[in-house]
């Protein structure tokens, strides 16, 4: 089944454009004008990504983003008319994984919407080089990406699991947060560390018990003592 976007949008000059040159490499679309709908379309029929607006009547965009990013990791392409660097890493650290500035070329965005899809849908991999982690009572399954913590599986999202998969490999081992950014968000995120502090709250309030710890003016490590 092809990936269906959601496009939340008031210009409708934007929404036929942006519209067509995604139809026409063959991913299914939801337009809608306001944040309000995009929520109601989140509820019904979630798409795989969005492409989102800031301007927008009613509710903005960075308010819709942030909603969406605290139940999801799905991806988010922000487009605005607002280019100062301010606004892009607010757009960014309220969750947003790419930023574009109006006006922009509909071939560039269908290129970030792909470029961003390959590298947020896991690759399959070859069930006999995938090696199950097991630290404490923390069990991680690699192939299936699940996650139980004293038995208990835990819903986490994307991220987090790519967060704590890092921390479960690399017991004890401190990384910066600059680090964190690189081997969790990749290499050509935009954005300030912020970002990693946000996401280890968020472990830290599904997990309370996970010795996740603060490495003062540094970073994070998963701290397990050794028998």
Same mark, same amino acid.
């Given at each position: ?7 939340? +949008?008031?210009?409708? $000059? /934007?929404?036929? #454009?942006?519209?067509?040159? &995604? ?39 960075? =308010? ?5 990013? $605290? ?7 922000? /487009?605005?008319? !607002?280019?100062? =660097? #301010?606004? !892009? #890493? ?5 969750? *947003? ?10 071939? +560039? ?7 961003? %899809? ?5 690759? +399959? ?10 630290? *404490?009572?923390? @069990? ?6 699940? &996650? ?18 890092? %921390?479960?490999?690399?017991? $004890? ?7 964190? &950014? #690189?081997? @969790? ?5 935009? *954005?300030?560390?912020?970002? @990693? ?31």
């Amino acid at each position: 089944m092809s990936q269906h976007i959601g496009i939340v +949008e008031d210009d409708p $000059n /934007i929404q036929n #454009i942006v519209s067509a040159f &995604l139809k026409k490499e063959g991913f299914r679309v939801s337009i809608l004008d306001t944040a309000e709908a995009g929520i109601e379309l989140w509820k019904d029929n979630p798409p795989d990504m969005w492409i989102l607006d800031i301007m927008l009547p009613g509710m903005d965009g960075y =308010e819709f983003c942030k909603k969406v990013r $605290n139940e999801s990791d799905v991806p988010i392409i922000i /487009i605005s008319a !607002k280019d100062e =660097e #301010i606004d !892009k #890493i607010l757009g960014l650290e309220l969750g *947003g994984d790419d930023y574009l500035t109006k006006p922009f070329s509909p071939r +560039e965005l269908v290129a970030r919407v792909k470029r961003l %899809f390959k590298r947020t849908i896991p690759v +399959e991999l070859d069930k006999t080089k995938q090696v199950n982690v097991s630290v *404490g009572p923390l @069990v991680i399954y690699k192939n299936d990406r699940r &996650l139980f913590w004293d038995g208990q599986e835990q819903e986490v999202t994307t991220k987090e699991f790519d967060m704590i998969l890092l %921390f479960a490999e690399n017991v $004890n081992r401190a990384f910066s947060r600059e680090e964190l &950014l #690189i081997k @969790v968000w990749g290499e050509d995120y935009y *954005g300030s560390d912020r970002a @990693v502090d946000d996401l280890v709250k968020r472990i830290r309030k599904k997990i309370a018990d996970m010795p996740l710890e603060t490495v003062w003016g540094y970073g994070y490590r998963l701290r397990f003592d050794k028998d």
